[in-house]
């Protein structure tokens, strides 16, 4: 929390000031001023839920857009099937990059994964499970908040969805939206590639977001 001078607390604090004399009168505008200076800010759990909630949805937005802006780059300069290339070299480290910016964890996980750093933990499977089913049934997804590490980490979910046409050159259906070359591309990069078969508006995957809840709590 920032300027935050003194003990941060989630009780009731009582804060006394005393004069150093009996027979010493403490003027008030230095009372006022000593009071602020010593600010306690009283935070609740819903508070640190609503901000990460927040805050989540501001980190999984630049990570889109810093992805997203670089693909279509490289489709720009190289094509399609040169793009399964930068994809490879280059996704990890753009998200980790994004990652340290925010002193967050950030992974793009799916079911149907293409590269196997991508692939969901238990809790994750779970959650893409649910997000699944609401694509299914034509339920509004909306981003999620868990609990982990014995509630000192937040994790962020958000459902990704195929957004348009240029996804399905690389993850459409084999011999229709994806081409020959970039077929042959990614089974070359990719032996166990899962993500192709999609339409518009299928669910991708899920960005899945730990946050600490201290850096939560230094930014509110």
């Not at 005393?18 to 759990?45: F, H």
């Not at 937040?154 to 077929?183: F, Q, R, S, V």
Request: glycine fraction near 6%.
């Amino acid at each position: 929390m920032k300027n935050l001078k003194t003990l941060l607390s989630f009780g009731v604090i009582s804060l006394s000031l005393l004069s150093c004399s009996e027979n010493k009168t403490i003027d008030r505008d230095v009372v006022e001023q000593v009071n602020q200076a010593n600010e306690v800010k009283k935070v609740s759990e819903s508070d640190i839920i609503a901000y990460a909630m927040q805050w989540g949805d501001e980190i999984s937005q630049d990570a889109q857009s810093e992805l997203i802006g670089s693909l279509q780059k490289a489709i720009g300069e190289k094509g399609v099937p040169e793009a399964i290339d930068f994809c490879q070299v280059e996704a990890l480290p753009i998200t980790k990059k994004v990652s340290d910016k925010y002193k967050v964890e950030i992974r793009r996980v799916s079911l149907k994964n293409r590269n196997p750093e991508n692939k969901p933990t238990e809790l994750e499977k779970t959650l893409l499970d649910a997000y699944q089913y609401n694509v299914e049934n034509n339920v509004d997804s909306r981003s999620n908040i868990q609990k982990v590490e014995d509630g000192q980490v937040l994790l962020y979910t958000k459902a990704i969805t195929i957004p348009g046409g240029l996804c399905l050159n690389c993850h459409g259906e084999p011999g229709k939206e994806i081409n020959e070359a970039t077929l042959e591309k990614i089974t070359s990069l990719y032996p166990e590639d899962k993500a192709v078969d999609f339409k518009v508006g299928d669910l991708r995957g899920m960005w899945s977001i730990s946050i600490p809840k201290s850096e939560v709590v230094k930014k509110m």
